[in-house]
């Protein structure tokens, strides 16, 4: 049975924080509260968790996980970003936006997209995703909480755990995180392209 933390959406206990860190750099797969709707997460060499979160989601291999970042100069060592998409970055960050970029060779290939060299990354607007992300020192593999076959990520981390208590460590009850996913930003070519348009606002790079 997967573990319950309760922690504060604007004042993260720090106790639990480091309680829950502990438990991702032990192998822990654990459901966390994002700015834009809850999200599964592991330690980012953790093989046993992406096939986990692979199998909880019904993901192929081209599917693009994320990298949740606790800011740009973290996101800058696993991507490679220029002048340009840095001002983008940085004009849209924290937020609730994922960004696909050229990852670096920090990021292990087993998360790359297969054919693009790409990954997902994100620097998350909640307090206790930058809470855990401080903690542990490095960024957390991550993809949001859709189930298949629902068209809506879970909200409820009561419920979550219900479902999930035999497939995750810990479930982090963060408040209401919402209904809609990130937008993602492809900025790996010459010009940014809205993949998918969610809760971030596309008029931040003009589209």
Same mark, same amino acid.
């Given at each position: 049975? &997967?573990? /319950? /933390? &309760?922690?504060? =959406?604007?004042? @993260?206990?720090?106790?639990?924080?480091?309680?829950? !860190?502990?438990?991702?750099?032990?192998?822990? *797969?654990?459901?966390? @509260?994002?700015?834009? $709707?809850?999200?599964?997460? $592991?330690?980012? +060499?953790?093989?046993?968790?992406?096939?986990?979160?692979?199998?909880?989601?019904?993901?192929?291999?081209?599917?693009?996980?994320?990298?949740? $970042?606790?800011?740009?100069?973290?996101?800058?060592?696993?991507?490679?970003?220029?002048?340009?998409?840095?001002?983008?970055?940085?004009?849209?960050? =924290?937020?609730?936006?994922?960004?696909?970029?050229?990852?670096?060779?920090?990021?292990?290939?087993?998360?790359?997209?297969?054919?693009?060299?790409?990954? #997902?990354?994100?620097?998350?607007?909640? @307090? !206790?995703?930058?809470?855990?992300?401080?903690?542990?020192?490095?960024?957390?593999? &991550?993809?949001?909480?859709?189930? =298949?076959?629902?068209?809506? =990520?879970?909200? +409820?981390?009561?419920?979550?755990?219900?479902?999930?208590?035999?497939?995750?460590?810990?479930?982090?009850?963060?408040?209401? $995180?919402?209904?809609?996913?990130?937008?993602?930003?492809? *900025?790996?070519?010459?010009?940014?392209?809205?993949?998918?348009? #969610?809760?971030?606002?596309?008029? !931040?790079? #003009?589209?």
């Amino acid at each position: 049975m &997967s573990q /319950f /933390f &309760s922690i504060h =959406p604007e004042n @993260p206990q720090q106790r639990l924080v480091k309680q829950a !860190v502990d438990i991702i750099r032990k192998g822990g *797969l654990v459901v966390y @509260p994002t700015d834009s $709707c809850y999200a599964l997460g $592991c330690s980012l +060499d953790n093989k046993d968790a992406l096939e986990r979160i692979r199998r909880i989601r019904q993901l192929d291999e081209r599917h693009h996980f994320t990298l949740a $970042c606790r800011d740009l100069s973290q996101l800058g060592n696993y991507a490679r970003v220029d002048n340009q998409a840095f001002r983008r970055l940085k004009a849209a960050t =924290p937020g609730n936006y994922t960004f696909i970029l050229l990852a670096t060779k920090e990021v292990p290939r087993r998360v790359w997209h297969p054919k693009k060299q790409t990954i #997902g990354l994100r620097v998350p607007d909640h @307090p !206790v995703a930058l809470a855990l992300l401080e903690e542990l020192g490095e960024p957390m593999l &991550s993809s949001s909480l859709l189930l =298949p076959g629902e068209e809506y =990520p879970l909200t +409820d981390a009561w419920e979550i755990r219900d479902r999930l208590e035999r497939d995750v460590q810990l479930v982090i009850e963060g408040g209401y $995180c919402g209904l809609e996913p990130t937008t993602v930003v492809d *900025l790996s070519g010459d010009a940014p392209t809205i993949l998918r348009q #969610g809760k971030g606002d596309a008029a !931040v790079f #003009g589209l």
